[in-house]
């Protein structure tokens, strides 16, 4: 079993940045890759990157150069961070966490997501 938390949203001013921190708990090992993904309200969910967890290689696709994803590898942790340079008020929305297991096709661990709300 894996476990996904994630922290770091807030209500921030247009311009503002914020780094978004996704904590991986439990059977790690088996993750081949972790993404981030964010979903305003009445929108559908938007994929932001998936890193992969061998090669830190990221998939995406569109290039958001106000994001930038990136691990690092705790000693029983993984952790994913998203960080957003530059927010906009269309940035609002839940942004989640989700991993995939090796030999899985789509993302199939997710977290409870975390607010970023942006004022203008």
């Known amino acids: 079993q894996v476990q996904l938390v994630e922290s770091g949203g807030g209500s921030v001013q247009a311009g503002g940045s914020l780094r978004l921190s996704c904590a991986a708990t439990?059977?790690?090992?088996?993750?081949?890759?972790m993404g981030w993904f964010r979903q305003g309200s009445g929108e559908e969910r938007e994929g932001l990157g998936d890193?992969?967890?061998?090669?830190?290689?990221?998939?995406t696709d569109s290039v958001k150069e106000r994001f930038t994803i990136s691990k690092e590898i705790g000693k029983d942790t993984l952790f994913l961070f998203l960080e957003i340079k530059g927010l906009k008020p269309e940035d609002t929305a839940m942004y989640f966490c989700?991993?995939?297991?090796?030999?899985?096709?789509?993302?199939?661990?997710w977290g409870q997501g975390t607010q970023v709300t942006v004022s203008s």
């Open positions: 989700a991993a995939r297991s090796c030999g899985a096709v789509k993302h199939h661990i």
């Open positions: 890193m992969d967890m061998g090669d830190s290689s990221i998939t």
């Open positions: 439990g059977q790690t090992w088996k993750i081949c890759s």
